[in-house]
Nanobody, 131 residues
């Protein structure tokens, strides 16, 4: 089993930056082939949406079009953490942000864009962007 804890959320004005962190425990992420961690978000009244994913085995990443060029996902396998650097934040980025872990093996990072591909989820951290 693996447990995930997100941190770093808060209130920020539009154009500002936040860095979210997700700490995993109970499993050494670097042990597994193609071990994947991703970020999702959900705003009130909206469906959960994919934000970003990183695949440890290849170090490759993939981003939702809505955050591409503004957000960066990175990981520290030694610490079992994955971060999401969010720059140029917009009010529409306001949401609860969740990190998730997938132990499933797919050929491409583009196979990890939906929540059903993930096995464990954190409790979320709130990000609020004011105008």
């Amino acid at each position: 089993q693996v447990q995930l804890v997100e941190s770093g959320g808060g209130l920020v004005q539009a154009g500002g930056s936040l860095r979210l962190s997700c700490a995993a425990s109970g499993r050494n992420l670097r042990t597994f082939n193609n071990y994947v961690m991703g970020w999702f978000r959900q705003a009130p009244g909206k469906e959960r949406e994919f934000v970003a994913v990183i695949r440890w085995s290849a170090g490759d990443t993939y981003y939702a079009d809505s955050v591409k060029g503004r957000f960066t996902i990175s990981g520290d396998v030694a610490k079992n953490t994955v971060d999401l650097q969010m720059n140029s934040l917009k009010p529409e980025d306001t949401a609860a942000y969740y990190c998730a872990v997938s132990s499933r093996i797919y050929y491409s990072t583009r196979s990890y864009l939906t929540g059903d591909r993930y096995d464990h989820w954190g409790q979320g951290t709130q990000v609020t962007v004011s105008s």
